[in-house]
Nanobody
């Protein structure tokens, strides 16, 4: 069993930056593909970014490419999402998730992820 706890959310103005953290306990996440998803009110949860366990390769949704960066610190069992040039449409609850079966593929489907954090709110005002 793994527990994921996100932190770092908050309210910023458009153009600002935030860094989210996802701390894992119970299992070592360095062997898992990790991902960030977000869910805005009235919308489905969507893939934002992912990082592959084997080589640290990263993947991004087109809407955040070149603005968001995900990384991991295996020694701290923590994954990060650095968000820059934030836009009002980035407003959502952000979740980290662990895929223990993904292997070489970072998957964008929510059903692929077995463990989820509780989410952290990000609000971007114009």
């Amino acid at each position: 069993q793994a527990q994921l706890v996100e932190s770092g959310g908050g309210s910023v103005q458009a153009g600002g930056s935030l860094r989210l953290s996802c701390a894992a306990s119970g299992r070592i996440i360095s062997n898992y593909n990790m991902a960030w998803f977000r869910q805005a009110p009235g919308k489905e949860r969507e893939f934002v970014a992912g990082i592959r366990w084997s080589d640290g390769s990263t993947y991004y949704a087109d809407s955040v490419k070149d603005r968001f960066t995900t990384s991991r610190d295996n020694a701290k069992n923590t994954v990060y999402l650095q968000m820059t040039t934030l836009k009002p449409e980035d407003t959502a609850v952000y979740y980290c998730a662990a895929d223990i079966h993904g292997g070489s593929s970072v998957r964008s489907n929510t059903r692929a992820y077995e463990y989820w954090g509780q989410g952290t709110q990000v609000t971007v005002s114009s």
